[in-house]
Nanobody
Framework: QVQLVESGGGLVQPGGSLRLSCKASGNIFGINTMAWYRQAPGTERELVAS???????NYADAVKGRFTISGDIAKNTVDLRMNSLKLEDTAVYSC?????????WGQGTQVTVSS
């Protein structure tokens, strides 16, 4: 069973930057979309950013201009570059790969923005 392994979370001050990385443990066939979601305590999981197999990107309004998603279909990796982090960006971030025959999720990585 292919798994998604995330890295790069941690504690950062407001205004700081972090880079999250997600890599599949094996090859995933037929990828349609690669994405990052987040969930803060007491809230529902929300889409942060996604990139399609054609390279089209989509961002939540709250992160536009601050976050950048990049995906490599061939390498089965998806990264999220987060700049100008705010307190409200604190959440567990999970990567997702939606493929023809399956939908994959990472285990989640904590991002905490605090002074």
């Amino acid at each position: 069973q292919v798994q998604l392994v995330e890295s790069g979370g941690g504690l950062v001050q407001p205004g700081g930057s972090l880079r999250l990385s997600c890599k599949a443990s094996g090859n995933i066939f037929g990828i349609n979309t690669m994405a990052w979601y987040r969930q803060a305590p007491g809230t529902e999981r929300e889409l942060v950013a996604s990139v399609s197999s054609s390279g089209k990107t989509n961002y939540a309004d709250a992160v536009k201009g601050r976050f950048t998603i990049s995906g490599d279909i061939a390498k089965n990796t998806v990264d999220l570059r987060m700049n100008s982090l705010k307190l409200e960006d604190t959440a567990v971030y999970s990567c997702n790969v939606a493929a023809i025959f399956n939908n994959y999720w990472g285990q989640g990585t904590q991002v905490t923005v605090s002074s």
